[in-house]
């Protein structure tokens, strides 16, 4: 079945460590996204990708790095710069359908910081 | 600015009672509107969305929104709740006028009481 896989589900860093979460799909869609989830502030968009080699800043991009070297994968880097990185990630894609793009999601990550 | 606004952060009905999720958005053009559910721990699942056409839009797990222009709303309704339903829900907005993007509301958390 075609969907989204993110790895690892939970992930513990200490302070002043980068790590890195997968996001790899196979439903062949071109554009993909990460968003960050913290209670009662809903979903907030990181990186999005629009086709391979190309991203563009979210509203809260500070603190993290993507890359796009293929269609399928869109890992997220979280690094010693992001203040408070404690957080549930999320990564989507989409297709465009009748004109309009539709997300489909991940089952997401929750890191913490110890 | 595009934004959406879900005004209850928490609602609580009984189980076979008639459910109303309130959605308001900001958007400058037509807008492509979306609900979708969470459940904890996991990634969020399309319910229903809205293009064009008819303003009454039908969902899975017998879920349904209408759309209202003139009040700027996309309103999620069930006749009758199931225990299962309860979970997080986001009203979303995204559209041609802005690219790839999607703006999501803070959530409704929804407890169903047996």
């Known amino acids: 079945d075609g969907g989204i896989t993110q790895s690892p589900k939970y992930l513990f860093r200490k302070e002043g460590q980068n790590v890195t979460l997968s996001c790899e799909q196979n439903?062949?869609?071109?554009?993909m996204y990460w968003y960050r989830q913290d209670p009662g502030q809903g979903l907030r968009l990181i990186y999005y990708?629009?086709?391979?080699?190309?991203?563009q800043k979210g509203d809260i991009a500070e603190g993290y790095s993507v890359s796009r070297e293929k269609k399928e994968s869109f890992p997220l880097t979280v690094t010693s710069a992001q203040k408070n990185p404690t957080a549930f990630y999320l990564c989507?894609?989409?297709?465009?359908?009748?004109?309009?793009?539709?997300?489909?999601f991940g089952a997401g990550s929750r890191l913490t910081v110890l | 600015a595009q934004s959406v606004t879900q005004p209850d952060i928490h609602i609580t009905v009984s189980e076979g009672a008639s459910l109303e999720l309130r959605c308001n958005y900001s958007?400058?053009?037509?807008?492509?509107l979306f609900w979708y559910v969470q459940s904890p721990g996991q990634g969020l699942q399309l319910l229903l969305k809205?293009?064009?056409?008819?303003?009454l839009v039908q969902g899975i797990k017998g879920f349904e929104a209408e759309f209202k222009r003139s009040q700027s709303s996309f309103n999620l309704r069930k006749p009758s709740v199931h225990w299962s339903d309860a979970a997080e829900y986001f009203c979303?907005?995204?559209?041609?006028?802005?690219?790839?993007?999607?703006?999501f509301g803070t959530g409704t958390s929804l407890t169903v009481i047996p």
């Open positions: 989507a894609s989409s297709i465009r359908v009748n004109g309009a793009n539709v997300l489909t």
């Open positions: 439903l062949n869609h071109d554009a």
């Open positions: 990708s629009q086709i391979v080699n190309d991203f």
């Open positions: 958007y400058g053009a037509t807008p492509y």
């Open positions: 809205y293009f064009s056409g008819d303003t």
């Open positions: 979303a907005v995204g559209g041609s006028n802005t690219g790839n993007q999607f703006y």
